[in-house]
Nanobody
């Protein structure tokens, strides 16, 4: 039973930057990995980046060296710093949290729109 609230999406020109934030509430003690997925128009939902509870990140090849994922466990918050944005980054971005123990499961935010203009 985890709730995820995202913020930071918007409209930006190609080459610009945005920072997404996602704060978890509820059974936050059970959260393991957190991350970001995205769904572009007409495409499936794809992994962008994920970070373990210990702070180890993994990235999709398409965003590696441009995006940085981080988390602040004290604030129950995960961030996605997006630099050198491209029009193909345009998508709805979804926060993700995986839980363990008695509440094991997958939880998703409502999504935040990122639009990159050329």
């Amino acid at each position: 039973q985890v709730q995820l609230v995202e913020s930071g999406g918007g409209l930006v020109q190609a080459g610009g930057s945005l920072r997404l934030s996602c704060t978890a509430s509820g059974s936050i003690f059970s959260i393991n990995a957190m991350g970001w997925f995205r769904r572009a128009p007409g495409k499936q939902r794809d992994l962008v980046a994920i970070i373990t509870s210990g702070g180890t990140p993994n990235y999709a090849d398409s965003v590696k060296d441009r995006f940085t994922i981080s988390r602040d466990n004290a604030k129950n918050t995960v961030y996605l710093q997006m630099n050198s944005l491209k029009p193909e980054d345009t998508a709805v971005y979804y926060c993700y949290a995986g839980t363990r123990g008695i509440t094991k499961g997958d939880y998703w935010g409502q999504g935040t729109q990122v639009t990159v203009s050329s």
